[in-house]
């Protein structure tokens, strides 16, 4: 399971763009969504296989798709859609926030929803820095069995589960390449 909150990640995306545009001084392309979903399994530890993944993104109601990838709509081109490559099947959820609740408490809900299955093995959580700490104390007192992976622009205060930089996955889907960014 991956549990990602997309305005976040759009929002990363958006400020990746803008900056490695002016360092590169080339224009930046958008996303490739099932590239980005690919680098962040592998980042999570799937490995080559026949995997079934589900990959929900928490989004706030107004926002009609990701503006920094594509595809992007969610409606139309990602909400109950799926693709199949070398790592398995990935199949995408768009829920947006309802009135109802926050999006903070949904995806923490979302979480605590995913921990409690047994027959998920593999977590990869891409919070909204700001609820960072709410993520760290549900997956705290979650299953060790489960492989956690949580996603940052930065290394977070701990727990158990493993930390992986968020940017490089993104950085990957916007096809931008290390020796751009350190030439030999």
């Given at each position: 399971m991956?549990?990602?909150?997309?305005d976040y990640v759009d929002?990363?995306?958006f400020d990746l763009t803008v900056n490695f545009e002016r360092m590169l001084n080339r224009r930046i392309p958008q996303a490739d969504l099932a590239r980005w979903i690919d680098c962040v399994a592998l980042d999570g530890g799937l490995r080559e296989g026949e995997h079934e993944t589900q990959v929900v993104l928490i989004h706030d109601k107004q926002n009609m798709g990701l503006k920094n990838f594509l595809p992007g709509h969610y409606d139309s081109e990602l909400h109950a859609k799926a693709f199949k490559d070398h790592l398995g099947e990935f199949a995408i959820s768009a829920l947006p926030v309802e009135a109802l609740t926050t999006k903070e408490d949904f995806f923490i809900e979302?979480?605590?929803l995913v921990g409690q299955q047994k027959e998920v093995k593999r977590i990869m959580v891409v919070p909204d820095d700001n609820i960072y700490n709410k993520v760290r104390a549900v997956l705290n007192k979650m299953d060790d069995e489960k492989r956690i992976t949580v996603?940052?622009?930065q290394p977070m205060p701990?727990?158990?589960f493993r930390q992986e930089i968020l940017g490089y996955s993104l950085m990957a889907a916007l096809g931008i390449r290390g020796e751009e960014i350190h030439p030999e």
């Amino acid at each position: 399971m991956m549990i990602v909150d997309a305005d976040y990640v759009d929002r990363v995306a958006f400020d990746l763009t803008v900056n490695f545009e002016r360092m590169l001084n080339r224009r930046i392309p958008q996303a490739d969504l099932a590239r980005w979903i690919d680098c962040v399994a592998l980042d999570g530890g799937l490995r080559e296989g026949e995997h079934e993944t589900q990959v929900v993104l928490i989004h706030d109601k107004q926002n009609m798709g990701l503006k920094n990838f594509l595809p992007g709509h969610y409606d139309s081109e990602l909400h109950a859609k799926a693709f199949k490559d070398h790592l398995g099947e990935f199949a995408i959820s768009a829920l947006p926030v309802e009135a109802l609740t926050t999006k903070e408490d949904f995806f923490i809900e979302t979480l605590q929803l995913v921990g409690q299955q047994k027959e998920v093995k593999r977590i990869m959580v891409v919070p909204d820095d700001n609820i960072y700490n709410k993520v760290r104390a549900v997956l705290n007192k979650m299953d060790d069995e489960k492989r956690i992976t949580v996603f940052s622009m930065q290394p977070m205060p701990g727990g158990n589960f493993r930390q992986e930089i968020l940017g490089y996955s993104l950085m990957a889907a916007l096809g931008i390449r290390g020796e751009e960014i350190h030439p030999e």
